[in-house]
């Protein structure tokens, strides 16, 4: 189950458990925060595709941090002109964990870590 959501002028394809790196938004780590622009949506069965947002649909994540990127820098020189111009530019992001992705009746969670790792590693073999 997948949905593609629409968030700070780009889109993203999103499931359950996906970590993004996103534009800015607003609230601290640990926040709940909902995607209402919902693109297209599947379950594996059917595809919704939404002309051009799909509504009854919801994408649920919560804020795992806010940080800035590296520098970008922007130089211009004029050759022979004594003229240089040179100027740096860090963007914000927030970096979101997709929680739930929930449509109708249907909703797909994300496991708790803890108890996807315990099925992850077999049971230690008992010493004979």
Same mark, same amino acid.
């Given at each position: 189950?997948?949905?593609?959501?629409?968030?700070?002028?780009?889109?993203?394809?999103?499931?359950?458990?996906?970590?993004?790196?996103?534009?800015?938004?607003?609230?601290?780590?640990?926040?709940?925060?909902?995607?209402?622009?919902?693109?297209?949506?599947t379950d594996g069965e059917a595809t919704q595709v939404g002309t051009p947002l799909l509504s009854g649909i919801g994408v649920t994540? &919560? #804020?795992?941090?806010? =940080?800035?990127?590296? *520098?970008?820098?922007?130089? %211009?020189? +004029?050759?022979?002109?004594?003229?240089?111009?040179?100027?740096?530019?860090?963007?914000?992001?927030?970096?979101?964990?997709?929680? &739930? #992705?929930?449509?109708? =009746?249907?909703?797909? *969670?994300?496991?708790?870590? %803890?108890? +996807?790792?315990?099925?992850?590693?077999?049971?230690?073999?008992?010493?004979?």
């Amino acid at each position: 189950m997948f949905a593609v959501i629409k968030t700070g002028g780009k889109q993203y394809r999103v499931a359950a458990n996906d970590v993004i790196t996103i534009a800015t938004l607003e609230g601290e780590a640990g926040a709940s925060v909902t995607f209402g622009d919902v693109l297209l949506f599947t379950d594996g069965e059917a595809t919704q595709v939404g002309t051009p947002l799909l509504s009854g649909i919801g994408v649920t994540g &919560e #804020i795992v941090q806010h =940080g800035r990127t590296r *520098k970008v820098i922007a130089f %211009k020189k +004029r050759r022979r002109q004594n003229s240089r111009r040179r100027r740096g530019h860090r963007q914000d992001f927030t970096v979101v964990r997709i929680t &739930e #992705i929930s449509a109708g =009746g249907k909703s797909s *969670k994300a496991e708790p870590r %803890k108890a +996807r790792k315990a099925e992850a590693e077999p049971a230690p073999a008992a010493a004979e």
